[in-house]
C-alpha cells in the first residue's frame, strides 16, 4: 500500500498555472494535460495552488479527485480569465470557520470592525469611527479612482477610467484589457487561500451578493500593491499579446513577494478585528459520520 499523501501547504505553492486546449486526466499516476497530437505535458498539481482552465480544456473524473485530494482548486474561465464560470472546492470544509465568518457578517457591530479594518490595511491609515459603510465605500471610489491615475501617469499611460464590456473582451482600450487579465489572476489565487483556510467565498462584507464576495474583499487589499502596476507596465509596452504578456508578470510577481504566504495570514486579521471568538463546536451535536483522519495540514491547507 501506498503512504497517505502529505499535501503541500497553500503557502508554499506556486500561485496559479493557466490551461486551454487539451484533456487532463491521470495517466500513469501521474496528472497530465494531453494536446490533440498525443503530446503529455504533467503538471505538478500537489504544488499548484490554483488551476485556470480556459475553453478548449476538458478534465476527467479521475483528475477532479487528485486535485481535490492534494488541495488545488480548479476554476473553469473565459478566454484570457474575462469571465469565471465555476470553482471546485479543494477538500472538505471547516465548520468551525464558516459559522465564525458567518457570525461576524450578520453582526452589523462586528461586520463594520472587520470592514474599517479591511480599509485601514488598503489604505494604510486609520478611518473615522463614525463612517458608516456607504461612507467608507463613497471614500474609497474617489481614492480608487486617484489610485489608478497616478500608476497609470508612473507608466506613461493614456488612462480613461475603468471601462470594459465582459461580453466582448476586444471591446476595452489596451489599459483596461490588461487589468482584466491581471485582476483575475489575483481572484484565482484569493480564492484558492480562502477555501484553503476553511472561509466561504460568498460571505464578503464591503462586497456582497455575488459567489465570489468575499474573494473580491481580499483581492482588494493587495489589487493596488501587486497586480495593478503589472498590468499598467505591460500596457505601457503594447504588447501583441496582453493578457499572456500579463499573466506571465503577474505570476512572476506573485513568486518574487510570496503572495500566497501573505493571504492567509492577512484574512485572520482582518477578520479578528470584529472581536468575535472562533465558536467552539456545540456538545449535543453529532459527530461525523465518516471520521476524517488528522492530517499534517495547517491553516493554510484543508483536508
Known sequence: MLPPLKPISIKERISLVFLEKGELDVLDGAFVLLD????????PIGGVACLMLEPGTRISHAAVVLAARVGCLIVWI???????????????????RLLYQAKLALDEEARLKVVRKMYEFRFKNP????????QLRGVEGSRVREMYLQIAKKYGVQWSGRQYDHTEWGSGDMPNRCLSAATSCLYGISEAAILAAGYAPAIGFIHSGKPQSFVYDIADLFKFDTVVPVAFQIASQNPADPERAVRIACRDQFRETRLLKKIIPTIEEVLSAGGIA??????????????????????????
Open 278 to 303: 472562533v465558536p467552539e463546536t456545540p456538545e449535543d451535536c453529532l459527530p461525523p459520520a465518516i471520521p476524517e483522519e488528522k492530517g499534517p495540514g495547517d491553516a493554510g491547507h484543508r483536508h
Open 127 to 134: 478611518v473615522p469611527s463614525h463612517y458608516t459603510v456607504e
Open 36 to 43: 490533440k497530437n498525443g503530446v503529455r505535458t504533467q503538471i
Open 78 to 96: 473565459g478566454e484570457a480569465g474575462v469571465r469565471l464560470y465555476a470553482g471546485g472546492q479543494p477538500g472538505g470544509a471547516r465548520a468551525d
